[in-house]
């Protein structure tokens, strides 16, 4: 299972400085290091991308969903690395952080066979980028896989939870997709 999430850090508002928003997203542990950081803003994206990222995994593990970012808490580690901590399952993270956006892919293991992709769009409509962010998807899975480009489809469960078909037959192909503002990304094992 694979979970990514992608934050525009020029799209999104810092709407996380009003009074006791911090509060509602974040623990107290996760709080400290937000204000002790050097790149607040940053941090504070980084965290939220860890977190729904590790959502998009859990969801997928137990399908449950729910909105309590505090239920989830976050550790950095060296590297790029973290843990997000959903109740006592552990999910691991790897982000890259640059000036225009926040990228994260979340996974119960360690495995390093993943393909992903991160690109920009002139457009940040959400209904373009979301077919954009689709189509560079399935052409990625056409090449890689040796499959139809015209074949393959997505469907998402009564949950949400986006599943690939070639024709009418499920893959079994683990994969996330995600997009704000101006940039996308995916990521399949």
């Not at 550790?75 to 640059?98: A, C, Q, R, W």
Request: hydrophobic letters at 35%; glycine letters at 4%.
């Amino acid at each position: 299972m694979i979970g990514n999430d992608i934050v525009d850090l020029k799209h999104i508002s810092s709407n996380w400085k009003r009074p006791r928003y911090l509060d509602k997203v974040f623990t107290e542990k996760e709080q400290v290091l937000i204000s002790s950081a050097e790149h607040q803003h940053q941090l504070v994206w980084l965290l939220w991308s860890m977190k729904e990222a590790a959502y998009k995994v859990h969801v997928q593990q137990f399908g449950e969903r729910f909105f309590n970012p505090k239920r989830l808490e976050c550790e950095l580690m060296p590297d790029n690395k973290g843990l997000v901590i959903i109740d006592h399952n552990t999910y691991f993270t790897v982000s890259t952080t640059t000036e225009n956006y926040v990228y994260t892919i979340a996974r119960i293991d360690l495995k390093e066979d993943l393909n992903t992709a991160v690109f920009k769009s002139e457009d940040s409509s959400y209904s373009l980028q979301s077919m954009v962010l689709k189509e560079n998807f399935l052409k990625s899975i056409s090449e890689t896989q040796d499959l139809q480009y015209n074949m393959l489809h997505i469907k998402k469960t009564d949950i949400g939870i986006p599943q690939l078909f070639n024709n009418s037959k499920k893959l079994p192909i683990d994969f996330s997709l995600s997009h704000c503002g101006r940039f996308s990304g995916f990521a399949y094992q």
